[in-house]
């Protein structure tokens, strides 16, 4: 736990890394050896992709499009690459789909910023550009999210003004993962979107309504009628057997904390009093083994 906790006080902050590398984005001319921004041209057998960068696939016809591109124009925007004096090469910090397209292009060199970064701010930074990416997914997008807030305690906040997105963009998208993983892939392979997922986070079976959404080819405002009927239904049930239906604020803690541990949570409360329950659901044996690892460090006097 200890190293986990040194590792979130290292670096120089999330809006640094960003305003650092977005000094980049402008138009450069490739020719150019070193401008104001300090861009020079390595061999490009002299830069290497991250081992850790945390994206893997990359579209074959989207690359063979960026090459045709490269091949016309040269690369517009420099890598952003840190040096390894150990061999005297250099490792891609930003870029890697632009340093795969020059290599489809047979460039012989790339434009390149050269940066110091630490093993943690190449990380941090390649799971941002990975946020970045235009062919990025809802669920890619709140898993990066959930990847920067583990490993770098970032918060939502933090996240939304470092990335210019909205607070409710952020925390929307992350309760995504509360969802079950047979509908998380559904919005992987674009089955289903994230305005319909969305509106089933919170619903008793949403794989269910999810199957009945992608086969009947629901839009989102008629999803959100037929969550409704199901919420209607299920009050109407609960008013018969003398239960009481959650309160807007219940619900509203329940989404939170799923979308903070992702993971389903349910809140009961006690009708006959303050206390109640609270369920954690975990999906295999990693999560159960997370919330085993957060209870174990409560201090032993601990009185909720």
């Known amino acids: 736990?200890?190293?986990?906790?040194?590792?979130k006080g290292l670096g120089r902050g999330l809006s640094a890394l960003m305003a650092d590398v977005n000094l980049l984005r402008g138009d450069v001319d490739s020719s150019d050896r070193v401008t104001g921004l300090g861009i020079t041209v390595l061999p490009i057998e002299k830069v290497f992709p991250n081992p850790n960068q945390p994206r893997r696939d990359f579209d074959p016809a989207l690359l063979e499009e960026l090459a045709a591109s490269v091949r016309a124009k040269g690369i517009i925007q420099p890598l952003v690459v840190r040096a390894i004096p150990e061999s005297g090469d250099y490792q891609i910090v930003a870029g890697e789909r632009r340093w795969r397209a020059a290599q489809m292009a047979q460039l012989?060199?790339?434009?390149?910023?050269?940066?110091?970064?630490?093993?943690?701010?190449?990380?941090?930074?390649?799971?941002?550009?990975?946020?970045?990416?235009a062919d990025l997914n809802a669920v890619e997008e709140a898993l990066g999210f959930r990847q920067l807030m583990d490993s770098f305690g970032h918060t939502q906040e933090k996240l939304a003004e470092a990335l210019s997105k909205s607070r409710s963009h952020v925390a929307n998208t992350m309760r995504l993962l509360s969802l079950p993983d047979e509908v998380l892939t559904m919005i992987r392979t674009g089955k289903l979107s994230a305005g319909h997922a969305r509106t089933l986070i919170g619903t008793p079976d949403p794989l269910a309504l999810a199957v009945k959404v992608v086969g009947a080819g629901l839009s989102v405002r008629a999803t959100e009628k037929l969550v409704r009927s199901v919420g209607m239904d299920r009050a109407g049930k609960a008013k018969r057997s003398g239960r009481e239906e959650k309160d807007a604020d219940t619900r509203a803690i329940e989404l939170d904390l799923s979308a903070?541990?992702?993971?389903?949570?349910?809140?009961?409360?006690?009708?006959?009093?303050?206390?109640?329950?609270?369920?954690?659901?975990?999906?295999?044996?990693?999560?159960?083994d997370m919330i085993c690892q957060a209870l174990s460090v409560l201090p032993r006097d601990f009185t909720p």
């Open 108 to 133: 012989h060199d790339v434009p390149v910023v050269v940066r110091v970064f630490s093993d943690d701010e190449v990380l941090e930074i390649a799971i941002i550009e990975n946020i970045q990416r």
């Open 260 to 288: 903070n541990l992702g993971m389903s949570v349910t809140i009961d409360h006690d009708p006959s009093g303050e206390g109640g329950v609270l369920r954690l659901h975990y999906r295999n044996l990693d999560q159960l």
């Open 1 to 7: 736990m200890e190293k986990k906790q040194d590792r």
